[in-house]
């Protein structure tokens, strides 16, 4: 069958709005507690709240984001493949160190990846899946021309949600989803100039728009030259590195 016949597939009906946890079954309540855990700690780490390096325990996280130590461990887990903490039985969890050397090896496995997904969800998106991408691009963009660095961080996360949803390949879309936030949290780091947050910005706006066009050739242009300004980027935060020359 034809990948654009996707386009005709109803989408799964959103949650009723101000649907709280305590309105759900309970298993359902479980997994939102998680999701929420899971969004909070990963927003402190990519924003050096918790610093790397750091030792945390489940026991005062959970105080600290008032959630239960379960949902916290199933979030700390999640956060472990994703590379940002590392589970220390019987010692607690540690926030991991920024690694160039980790970093250049997520931008070369998000460029083959982030241009699969790109181009997929150009071919595969509904006309409602493409109306939200260019809306959060534009969105992504505002936050940038105000130097809202966190909200700029939180949108660059629901776009990358939204265009793998859209590129219906749950296989690619699981592979990358362990590797966008120890990305965000090293250019976090590093950034430091407003013009290097609108020009990230512009280019993560690229790629949204050349999706909502229906633009495979576009889509995956654009987000070749995002991973390329990535690594760019990355490798300038060594000065006296050499284009082409892998950190060890």
Same mark, same amino acid.
């Given at each position: 069958m034809d990948d654009r016949e996707d386009k005709t597939r109803p989408t799964a009906e959103p949650p009723a709005a101000g649907r709280q946890a305590s309105d759900l079954p309970p298993t359902a309540a479980g =997994?939102? !507690?998680t999701e929420e855990a899971y969004r909070r700690l990963e927003e402190m780490i990519v924003t050096l709240e918790l610093a790397p390096g750091s030792v945390v325990s489940e026991a005062v996280l959970g105080r600290q984001l008032g959630i239960g130590t379960t949902p916290v461990r199933e979030a700390l887990q999640r956060l472990s493949r994703e590379h940002l903490v590392q589970i220390l039985p019987r010692r607690g969890v540690v926030v991991t160190a920024l690694d160039l050397r980790q970093q250049l090896q997520?931008?070369?496995? !998000?460029r083959?990846?982030?241009r699969l997904i790109a181009r997929a969800a150009a071919r595969r998106a509904t006309a409602p899946e493409r109306a939200a991408v260019a809306e959060l691009a534009a969105r992504l963009e505002r936050a940038a021309?105000?130097? $809202?660095?966190? =909200?700029? &961080?939180?949108l $660059?996360?629901?776009l990358r949600q939204a265009m793998a949803r859209a590129a219906r390949n749950e296989i690619a879309a699981a592979a990358v989803a362990t590797l966008h936030a120890v990305s965000r949290r090293f250019w976090f780091f590093h950034h430091s100039e407003p013009a290097e947050l609108a020009?990230? =910005?512009? &280019? +993560? =706006?690229a790629v949204a728009r050349a999706v909502a066009a229906s633009d495979e050739a576009a889509a995956t242009d654009a987000s070749d030259r995002l991973i390329? +300004?990535?690594v760019a980027f990355s490798r300038a935060t060594l000065p006296g590195l050499e284009v082409g020359v892998p950190v060890t």
């Amino acid at each position: 069958m034809d990948d654009r016949e996707d386009k005709t597939r109803p989408t799964a009906e959103p949650p009723a709005a101000g649907r709280q946890a305590s309105d759900l079954p309970p298993t359902a309540a479980g =997994a939102t !507690r998680t999701e929420e855990a899971y969004r909070r700690l990963e927003e402190m780490i990519v924003t050096l709240e918790l610093a790397p390096g750091s030792v945390v325990s489940e026991a005062v996280l959970g105080r600290q984001l008032g959630i239960g130590t379960t949902p916290v461990r199933e979030a700390l887990q999640r956060l472990s493949r994703e590379h940002l903490v590392q589970i220390l039985p019987r010692r607690g969890v540690v926030v991991t160190a920024l690694d160039l050397r980790q970093q250049l090896q997520v931008l070369e496995t !998000r460029r083959e990846l982030d241009r699969l997904i790109a181009r997929a969800a150009a071919r595969r998106a509904t006309a409602p899946e493409r109306a939200a991408v260019a809306e959060l691009a534009a969105r992504l963009e505002r936050a940038a021309g105000q130097d $809202d660095v966190r =909200a700029f &961080l939180r949108l $660059d996360g629901e776009l990358r949600q939204a265009m793998a949803r859209a590129a219906r390949n749950e296989i690619a879309a699981a592979a990358v989803a362990t590797l966008h936030a120890v990305s965000r949290r090293f250019w976090f780091f590093h950034h430091s100039e407003p013009a290097e947050l609108a020009e990230t =910005a512009r &280019l +993560h =706006a690229a790629v949204a728009r050349a999706v909502a066009a229906s633009d495979e050739a576009a889509a995956t242009d654009a987000s070749d030259r995002l991973i390329a +300004h990535l690594v760019a980027f990355s490798r300038a935060t060594l000065p006296g590195l050499e284009v082409g020359v892998p950190v060890t």
